[in-house]
């Protein structure tokens, strides 16, 4: 299981990665992809053709960073990770966000 910070503006301003592309190459590699909604801590599945969704919401709902847990693991995360780890995370997140 791997969390990650899924920031578009970097891959388009530092690098020579097409957020889209990377979005795709996700999904095709993870069996479980989820954006993590900032405020609640809800974890969104991302289904293989909903690429554009979480571009989407990297854009428009998160000002370009989102958080996403990816697995090959399972699709069921114990109650406890999300509370120990990935809301103290993406409250992290909000102090970057303006």
């Not at 000002?63 to 103290?88: E, G, H, Y």
Request: proline letters at 3%; one cysteine or more.
């Amino acid at each position: 299981m791997v969390v990650l910070e899924f920031n578009s503006w970097c891959q388009l301003g530092f690098g020579t990665v097409v957020p889209n592309d990377f979005i795709n190459w996700i999904l095709q590699n993870f069996a479980y992809v989820y954006r993590v909604e900032k405020g609640t801590g809800n974890m969104i599945r991302v289904g293989n053709g909903d690429g554009w969704q979480l571009l989407h919401s990297n854009l428009v709902l998160d000002a370009c960073v989102s958080a996403i847990v990816i697995s090959n693991f399972t699709d069921k995360l114990p109650a406890q990770f999300r509370d120990d780890v990935l809301l103290p995370y993406v409250s992290t997140l909000k102090q970057f966000v303006t």
